[in-house]
């Protein structure tokens, strides 16, 4: 019958009794499971994490264009890294780091805090995240 029809015969399942085979036409076939796998990739979701540094004796409006910033990173599906670096003689005096974390993830609520702030070296550090179920991110209708 495959030849008839100038298609292919493929081997569906060989551990059945009875096999099952189809006729199908073997290069139509590779090509859309190659458009479907193209496709299923196509909807994935990159989740990238952006940082956003601030110093631990910061402006108020410098702090605020920071927060700004971070909501935008947030609310477009990012994850977020704060980082909080001591340059020199500031590393004896981390409560001021630490003070400024606050303010800033006090500022950011509404986000699911991944990590605390902890330190790295000299470089205090926490991570936010969106949650799952947030409206403003976007969805595949609006891209």
């Known amino acids: 019958m495959a030849r008839e029809q100038g298609i292919d015969v493929v081997e569906i399942s060989g551990n059945a009794k009875p096999p ?76 001021f780091g630490f003070d400024v974390l606050k303010r800033f993830t006090d500022r950011l609520k509404e986000f699911k805090m991944v990590r605390p702030g902890h330190m790295e070296g000299r470089v205090l550090v926490a991570m936010l995240a969106p949650h799952k179920s947030n409206p403003k991110l976007p969805t595949q209708e609006t891209i």
């Open 20 to 95: 099952v085979a189809k006729l199908i036409d073997f290069k139509k076939f590779k090509y859309l499971e190659a458009k479907r796998e193209q496709d299923e990739k196509r909807k994935q979701k990159h989740v990238g994490i952006k940082e956003v540094r601030v110093r631990p004796f910061i402006g108020e409006h410098d702090l605020e264009v920071r927060v700004v910033q971070a909501q935008g990173f947030l609310n477009a599906g990012n994850q977020l890294k704060i980082s909080v670096p001591f340059r020199g003689r500031e590393i004896t005096r981390k409560e």
